[in-house]
């Protein structure tokens, strides 16, 4: 398993859920700290210059695990359930093009609340139906590029829609894609999940990615979070992808970061080595 951090372009507007800013400062601090790749929060493909991207990231021997896309909700109100056909258009146009980037930078496009919520007025049904056919769309475009779909269960307080694991699990199904897959995020998890492991294992085939943040949605040691117990479920279930720090930038970004590197360091170490 390998490390990465959530970054953003310098322009990203404060709601962008990242601990750094700026791509450039961003990627060389997340290589000081010993990260091994950054997770890039987007809300379109032209956020970034590629060419420049590509020679920071070689001058730091770092990879992009992934693109999230809570900007294409948060920014541009886009999302796969809205009753507005236009607007699952503009929504499925949106990510045709991140996923054209993901084939170049990292394989995989993570869809937290952008999958939408069940609108006023919406059966949840109307709501399942507008997903699976918006995922279905996006899946075919995916599969010749080598690019994986992620969804990310969010808690209740935060979306209506997909709030478990077991949730993600059941709409991949009607799905029926082999590149979609989950991304389970332990903060959500320990809100809505009984036994974080348990639901890890249960769902192992359908695990392709990971965020990690603690129980207050600080780094990794600050809260009451069991990283020893989810680290062994991850481990039954044969986990070896990319897990992901997404935290709160307190007390402040550098010392976010580096207090998760350092926490998850052992951890990784021994799960990588055993």
Known sequence: MDLSIA?????????AFVVWRGFDDSIRKAAACGYRGVE?????????DAEKLARLLDLEHLAVSAISTGQVFACLGLCFTHPDHAV?????QVFEELIALAERFGRTVNIGRARGGIADGQTRAQAEG??????RRLCDCAAPRGVTLVIEPVNRYEINFINTVDEGAALLAAVARPNAGLMPDVFHMNIEDARIGDTLVRHAPLVKYLHLA?????????????????????????YNG??????LPTPDPDTAAREASAFLAPLLHAYNNE
């Not at 970054?7 to 709601?15: E, K, L, V």
């Not at 890039?40 to 970034?48: I, P």
């Not at 600080?218 to 481990?235: C, M, S």
């Open 7 to 15: 970054i953003a372009d310098a322009g990203a507007p404060p709601n």
């Open 40 to 48: 890039l929060a987007l809300k379109t493909a032209g956020d970034v």
């Open 88 to 92: 699952r258009g503009r929504a499925v």
């Open 130 to 135: 507008n997903f699976v056919e918006c995922m």
């Open 214 to 238: 603690d129980s207050n949605r600080l780094a990794p040691g600050r809260g009451h979070l069991d990283f020893a117990a989810v680290f062994a479920a991850l481990k039954a279930a044969r």
């Open 242 to 247: 990319w897990a992901a720090v997404e935290i």
